[in-house]
């Protein structure tokens, strides 16, 4: 049995006010979406892992984020995309948003994943003059569970 201060609940909101307080900070060196992420309904083949990735997205690059894509990418060739959520992303400076979908990934990733490396995702989306911008967004492994 666990001490009544580390319970689960408590870490998560521990884990959860410092990757906010980091990210906040964070923002203007460039690091400007951060957010957590949990795996479920993984089903194992050969050479590859169909998971369910949820994630909860925070926005911080002091700008409204329009009809963005955020896509789940390759951790050792960058900028090769396994896909992307199918919904796309609206959400204001200080916003978070939810983004729930099933990929399927190599053997090699899901096992990388395992071992405390986090999934790699970016956000595309145009700025307010037009430029189309793409941002790596910073994650952390918690448990997020159900939309409310």
Known sequence: MQPPCFSRERFGMLAC?????LST????DGRDFAGFYELSEVVEFVEEFQVTLTVRVFNYSGA???????MLEDSFLHGEPYGSFITPVYFQDRES???????TIPRREYEDWQEGRTP????DYMD????TIRRPIELAQMPLGEEE
């Open 17 to 21: 006010l410092i990757l906010l307080a």
């Open 97 to 103: 948003v939810r983004l729930s979908d099933r990929f």
């Open 64 to 70: 409204e984020v329009n009809d963005a894509t955020v």
């Open 120 to 123: 790699r995702l970016t956000i």
């Open 128 to 131: 307010a003059d037009g430029n």
């Open 25 to 28: 900070a964070a923002a203007k």
